[in-house]
């Protein structure tokens, strides 16, 4: 009797947040399809500004960041920029986040200006800037992560959704148990040769039981990025009081030659670090009167399950590395959390979690659909003794 009382809360539930938050479950999950594969796509779009060959040693960083700086200016001062593997080109970055006072509700009124420089590193021409913002793929993430509003709404209006949709699939599995063998069996198949409404209820029940744990997988590492205190909770989970802090302060020194130019040491001495043992290295330019280059590598070989990232920090002045965070020293929390990226969108392991994460989302997309039609076709469906009534009624005529 009470498990019945609990079902119909369960129901109630279930239909009226998937009415409420459905379209907006839609969107997250259509857009999170195309982010498992976002990297892979714009590559292959792209082809003309990731791909070079090698024609030769690659020139000193140091005149290919004068290169990429010209090309868009002095206005626009490049932050950072990213090397890949022998036959990608070098990416340079800037942006420029916008006053207060220019704020809107839009996404976009958040940036002055967010460019992607490609620049090949053998020849030194630049193939392409890319105004980041508009770019097609950003533009996918920033709808996903928070519908293309401004961060501190969006963020929450989509974490909001996602937490009713955990409580949404918690309570269509209550609803899906079943009751005997018999049940469970019709439950976990569709029926694809029975009538439509039949068809689309199987394949509600049956695929959403189906991709359940993966899709809570992919809500609670999503999260992360909607609440702060959601964040914390997991680093607490994993045995981290708070947040890592990644930031360094500069070491204090008596004097240094600040004319000369560093970068050059600090790019080589990082890939000497690593040996070659990396996907993608990451270098932080300090900004006026900053003097730490963080810099991450994204390591190629793996030591354990998670995604080996380690940080390195030089004092600028100097181009000496004085800090490291190694991925095997670091904390699990901090494991974790440079991890939650490849975890939600499947890139964890490969092209295997990737399909996985893509179909999870494609099923999660048509929940809401297939979930919708069911109510309304409950909702048109007309009483069976109504109809026995009127059926034994005579054929009346109603003269206007």
């Not at 990297?39 to 003309?48: I, Q, T, V």
């Not at 959390?337 to 939600?344: G, V």
């Not at 392991?349 to 659909?369: E, K, W």
């Not at 076709?377 to 009483?383: F, L, Q, W």
Request: glycine share 8%; with cysteine; hydrophobic share 40%.
């Amino acid at each position: 009797m009470i498990w019945k009382k609990i079902k119909v809360v369960a129901a109630w539930l279930h239909l009226w947040i998937g009415l409420f938050t459905g379209i907006v479950v839609v969107i997250i999950s259509v857009t999170g399809c195309i982010q498992v594969f976002d990297e892979e796509l714009f590559s292959l779009f792209h082809k003309n500004l990731v791909e070079v060959k090698r024609t030769g040693p690659a020139r000193p960083v140091s005149e290919l960041l004068a290169i990429a700086q010209k090309a868009v200016g002095k206005s626009k001062p490049v932050k950072s920029f990213k090397i890949g593997e022998e036959n990608d080109s070098y990416v340079f970055s800037n942006f420029k986040v916008n006053d207060k006072k220019y704020l809107t509700l839009s996404y976009f009124s958040q940036f002055k200006y967010k460019d992607d420089i490609y620049v090949n590193q053998y020849t030194g021409q630049v193939l392409g800037v890319i105004d980041s913002r508009y770019e097609f793929f950003n533009v996918v993430e920033q709808l996903h992560r928070q519908l293309l509003l401004v961060k501190p709404v969006g963020s929450v209006v989509v974490g909001s959704c996602i937490l009713l949709f955990l409580v949404m699939m918690i309570t269509g599995f209550m609803l899906w148990l079943p009751k005997n063998y018999r049940q469970f069996k019709q439950s976990i198949g569709v029926k694809w040769n029975a009538k439509f409404k039949r068809v689309n209820y199987d394949v509600h029940n049956s695929f959403g039981f189906y991709v359940l744990p993966i899709a809570i997988l992919i809500a609670i590492t999503g999260l992360t990025w909607s609440f702060k205190w959601w964040e914390k909770g997991i680093y607490n989970l994993f045995g981290s009081a708070k947040k890592v802090e990644l930031t360094r302060k500069a070491p204090v020194i008596a004097n240094a030659d600040t004319t000369a130019n560093q970068l050059d040491q600090v790019f080589y001495d990082m890939q000497q670090q690593v040996k070659g043992n990396y996907r993608t290295i990451g270098f932080n330019l300090p900004g006026k009167g900053e003097h730490v280059m963080m810099n991450y590598v994204y390591l190629k070989n793996r030591t354990d399950g998670w995604r080996n990232m380690s940080y390195y920090y030089y004092d600028s002045r100097t181009g000496k590395l004085f800090d490291t965070l190694i991925h095997a020293s670091k904390p699990l929390g901090l494991k974790w959390r440079n991890s939650n990226k490849d975890i939600h969108t499947g890139r964890i392991y490969g092209l295997p979690t990737q399909i996985l994460a893509f179909l999870v989302s494609f099923v999660c997309a048509s929940l809401p659909i297939t979930g919708f039609l069911i109510w309304l076709g409950r909702r048109n469906k007309k009483p069976k003794k109504r109809i026995r009534a009127l059926s034994k009624q005579p054929f009346l005529m109603i003269e206007g």
